[in-house]
C-alpha cells in the first residue's frame, strides 16, 4: 500500500507539472506575443529556489517529512487555484502568470528535498534502490503524459478547463501523500539555529568526502538532461531541418529512455555493481556523440534515448547511494544541496551552451557536453575502488551476488 500510495502521488504530481508548464507557457505567449516573457518565467521560477533549496533542507531535518511533502504540494495547489480564479474572472495578467509560477517552483523543490527525506527515512537500505527507481519510472511516464495531454487539452477544452485538470491531479497527489503510513523517528541531534544548521551541513560533506564524488556525479547527470531537452527545439530545427512534429517525437525519447531505466535501475545495479556511473556515462556519451556527428531524426532519436536512459540510471542510483551513505540528521540538507548545485549548474551551463549554438552551430553544444561527462567518467573509475562507496553498494547487493562479485575480483 505504501509503494503504491508513493509512486502514485509521484505519477500525478508529475503529470500536473508538466501539463501546467505546457498551458502556462501557451497561455503566457498568446497575452504577450513576446517569447521574452517566457524566458523570464523559466528563470524567475529558478531563483527562488536556488536561494531557498539549503533552507528547505535544514526544514525538512527538523520537521515531519511527511507533513512537508503535504504543505507544499498544498501550496502548490493554492497557488494555481489563484491562477484559475484568475482566468476565470478574465483578469489574468503576465505578471501574475511569472508569480504563480515562481510559488509553484520554489515549492515543488521543497516537495522533492522533503520527499527524497522521506523516502529514505520509511524504508530500509536495501529497498531505496528499488523505490527510487520505480518513482523515477512514475514520474517520466507521468511527464511523457502530461506534456503530451497538455496540447491536446487546449485544443480540446478551454484554458480554463485545461487548468481544472491540471487541479484535480494535484488534489489526486494529495489524497495519496496522505494514505502513506509514517511514523516519525527520533532523530540524533538537537536542532541550532537556521544558520547553524546550515553549516553543520556543509561540516558534513566535508566530513563524509564520499558527498563530493557523487555530488559530481549527479550534476553532470542534472546538466545533460536539461541542456539536451532546452537545445532540443534549436537543433530540430536548425540541424534537421524538422517541424514542430518532429520535435514532439523527439523530445518524448528521452522521457522513453527514463522510463525504460527506470524499469531496470535495479537490475543494471546488479549487473554492473561497483561500475555504476561508469557505463551510465559512457552511454550518455555515445548519445551525444552520435547528437554531434548525425543529421538523421531516427539516429537522432535513438541517441536521445539512450540520453535519458544513461542520464537516468545515474541519476536515480547515484541519488540513491547518496541517501543511504547519508546520516538521518542530515537526509534533507544533503537532497538540497544537491537540488542547489544541479539548478546552479544548469543556470550557469545552459546560457554557455546556447552562445556555442548560437556561434558555431547546436551540434557544437552537445560535442561540448561530452568534456564533463568524460571527465567525470574517468573519475568514476577511481569512484569505484573507494572503500566507502564499495561499501554502500555492497549494502543494496544481494548477498550471493557480492560475494560472486568480490571472488572474481580475487
Known amino acids: 500500500m505504501k509503494d503504491k500510495s508513493i ?52 526544514w525538512a531535518d527538523r ?20 491562477l484559475w480564479g484568475a482566468m476565470l474572472l478574465d483578469v489574468i495578467q503576465p505578471w501574475m502568470l511569472i508569480a504563480v509560477h515562481m510559488s509553484v517552483q520554489t515549492f515543488a523543490s521543497l516537495f522533492r528535498t522533503a520527499q527524497q527525506a522521506f523516502i529514505t527515512e520509511v524504508y530500509e537500505k536495501k529497498e531505496i534502490p528499488r523505490i527510487f527507481s520505480h518513482q523515477g519510472s512514475a514520474v517520466s511516464v507521468g511527464g511523457l503524459i502530461g506534456t503530451s495531454f497538455g496540447g491536446f487539452a487546449l485544443h480540446w477544452f478551454s484554458a480554463e478547463g485545461a487548468v481544472g485538470i491540471v487541479l484535480g491531479s494535484f488534489c489526486i497527489t494529495l489524497l495519496c501523500l496522505g494514505m502513506v503510513s509514517y511514523e516519525l523517528k527520533e532523530r540524533a541531534y538537537q536542532p541550532a539555529s537556521v544558520f547553524r544548521d546550515l553549516t553543520d551541513g556543509f561540516r558534513y560533506i566535508h566530513r563524509v568526502p564520499l558527498m563530493y564524488s557523487l555530488l559530481g556525479l549527479m550534476f553532470v547527470g542534472q546538466l545533460v538532461v536539461h541542456t539536451t531537452a532546452g537545445m532540443l527545439s534549436v537543433y530540430t530545427s536548425a540541424r534537421l531541418h524538422g517541424d514542430a512534429a518532429l520535435y514532439g517525437i523527439l523530445e518524448s525519447a528521452a522521457s522513453l529512455g527514463a522510463i525504460v531505466a527506470g524499469v531496470t535501475a535495479t537490475f543494471y545495479l546488479y549487473k554492473v555493481k561497483y561500475h555504476v556511473p561508469f557505463f551510465a556515462l559512457l552511454i550518455t556519451a555515445l548519445g551525444l556523440l552520435g547528437m554531434a556527428i548525425f543529421k538523421e531524426p531516427v539516429i537522432a532519436f535513438g541517441c536521445i534515448f539512450i540520453i535519458g536512459l544513461g542520464t ?3 541519476r536515480v542510483l547515484m541519488q540513491s547511494v547518496q541517501q543511504i551513505a547519508t546520516e538521518p540528521a542530515f537526509y534533507g540538507r544533503m537532497a538540497a544541496t544537491r537540488q542547489t548545485i544541479n539548478q546552479t549548474s544548469v543556470a550557469i551551463g545552459a546560457p554557455v551552451l ?22 567525470l567518467g574517468l573519475m568514476s573509475l577511481r569512484i569505484a575502488k573507494r572503500r566507502d562507496f564499495s561499501a554502500v553498494i555492497s549494502s543494496v547487493l544481494p548477498k550471493e551476488s557480492d560475494q560472486g562479485y568480490h571472488k572474481s575480483m580475487s
Do not use: C, H
Open 354 to 375: 546556447g552562445v556555442i549554438a548560437d556561434g558555431y552551430g547546436v551540434q557544437y553544444s552537445y560535442a561540448a557536453l561530452l568534456v564533463p561527462v568524460l571527465l
Open 63 to 82: 520537521a515531519n517529512r511527511k507533513t512537508l511533502t503535504i504543505l507544499a504540494t498544498g501550496i502548490i495547489l493554492l497557488s494555481i487555484t489563484a
Open 312 to 314: 537516468t540510471w545515474l
Open 7 to 58: 509512486l502514485t502521488a509521484a505519477f500525478f504530481s508529475s503529470f500536473g507539472s508538466t501539463m501546467y508548464f505546457i498551458i502556462v507557457a501557451w497561455i503566457l505567449y498568446e497575452l504577450t506575443s513576446d517569447a521574452t516573457y517566457t524566458g523570464l518565467m523559466v528563470g524567475f521560477g529558478f531563483l527562488p529556489g536556488v536561494f531557498m533549496n539549503l533552507v528547505f533542507g535544514v
